[in-house]
């Protein structure tokens, strides 16, 4: 019995290994995926433009809203401003 925990354990952690290989790999790989990072970024500056339109009207929100709608705007186009969507990444992180 001892023995058949073993492997089940064993074959556990291999699966366990693998998945966490594969999501560091999915971090590398979605660096460059463009329209990953929009999607990411339109849900994460939805959440705040709802967080703080309850706070009421202040600068951040007029800023939030800036920036969703330049989010929106390149969602679907082929070219995108790599440039700006990297700044945006790094002022609202995203998992």
Known sequence: MSLKKLGLGKAANKI???LDSF???KVVAN???YP???KK??????EEQDFWSRKGE????VDIQRDLNFVTSQIGE????????????QKYPIN
């Open 16 to 18: 366990v290994e693998h």
């Open 23 to 25: 999501e560091k790999l």
């Open 31 to 33: 660096k460059k995926n």
């Open 36 to 38: 990953h990072k929009l």
């Open 41 to 46: 970024l339109f849900a994460r500056l939805t």
């Open 58 to 61: 202040s600068p951040k929100l």
């Open 78 to 89: 082929e070219r995108v401003d790599a440039v700006k969507i990297d700044l945006l990444v």
